[in-house]
């Protein structure tokens, strides 16, 4: 089971593409071992119309230092510019404007 974590582990860090045309947010509330938590995740289309599941986040937080990470997620993960982000921001959208820049 361990080898399971590690590979889904390797491939939710694994390198993005540089550019996105789309990247949709969405967000849902769970109960994970008793306890809330969102879990956040980001699918992004590709200028070739392809798709790709961006990350997965899980944080107790709304919006905010929740969103931030994800962010510097993705640029820590190559992503440089989305054309659109669409989706739960949780009110972070001019923050996800100014941290890929607009192709």
């Given at each position: 089971?361990?080898?399971?974590?590690?590979?889904v582990?390797?491939?939710l860090t694994?390198?993005?593409?540089?550019?996105y045309?789309v990247?949709?947010v969405q967000?849902?509330?769970?109960?994970?071992?008793g306890c809330?938590v969102?879990i956040r995740?980001a699918?992004?289309?590709?200028?070739n119309?392809?798709c790709e599941?961006?990350?997965?986040w899980?944080g107790?937080?709304?919006?905010g230092p929740?969103?931030?990470q994800?962010?510097?997620?993705?640029?820590?993960?190559?992503v440089e510019?989305v054309?659109f982000?669409?989706g739960?921001l949780?009110?972070?959208?001019?923050v996800?404007?100014?941290?890929f820049?607009?192709?």
């Amino acid at each position: 089971m361990e080898q399971v974590h590690d590979h889904v582990r390797d491939w939710l860090t694994r390198p993005l593409c540089r550019s996105y045309v789309v990247a949709i947010v969405q967000t849902q509330s769970a109960k994970v071992g008793g306890c809330a938590v969102k879990i956040r995740w980001a699918l992004g289309s590709l200028p070739n119309r392809d798709c790709e599941v961006l990350g997965v986040w899980l944080g107790a937080d709304e919006g905010g230092p929740a969103v931030m990470q994800m962010l510097l997620d993705l640029q820590s993960r190559g992503v440089e510019s989305v054309r659109f982000g669409l989706g739960d921001l949780d009110g972070s959208t001019a923050v996800f404007g100014q941290s890929f820049r607009v192709v």
